[in-house]
């Protein structure tokens, strides 16, 4: 760890297109304060991805979800995050997806709970 002068979170986030003999994808992110890893995860995907984008767009979601809590933890521990927080993914299928949420028959099968990006 090193001493910086700010506490900017920033995320990104991958995912292994049904890269494992079962065709599921894996999920990966890892999340940065100041500069600082400061969480990371990897793990297989629940359901089986139709597209590398479903899968992206589903790390992107659990990715999401850790950076809301990591930017609670700040708050609670005083230190204010009222910034955006840039999460990088290498997908722009996905990006798109998450920049036009808008209900399209191609991306219907995502479940609902992801659409919170």
């Known amino acids: 760890m090193q001493k910086n002068k700010h506490v900017k979170i920033t995320a990104y986030s991958d995912a292994d297109w049904a890269g494992s003999s079962d065709r599921r994808s894996t999920t990966g992110y890892c999340t940065?304060?100041?500069?600082?890893?400061?969480?990371?995860?990897?793990?297989?995907?629940p359901v089986v991805a139709r597209s590398s984008a479903e899968a992206?767009?589903?790390a992107m979601?659990?990715?999401?979800?850790?950076?809301?809590?990591?930017?609670?933890?700040?708050h609670d521990i005083g230190?204010?995050?009222?910034?955006p927080i840039p999460m990088f993914c290498d997908n722009q299928a996905a990006r798109h997806i998450a920049n036009n949420p808008v209900f399209r028959e191609r991306t219907k099968h995502i479940e609902i709970d992801c659409h919170f990006i």
């Open 32 to 45: 940065f304060v100041g500069g600082n890893l400061v969480t990371w995860r990897s793990k297989k995907q």
């Open 56 to 58: 992206e767009y589903r």
């Open 61 to 74: 979601a659990s990715t999401t979800s850790e950076v809301i809590w990591l930017k609670q933890l700040m």
């Open 79 to 83: 230190v204010p995050c009222d910034y």
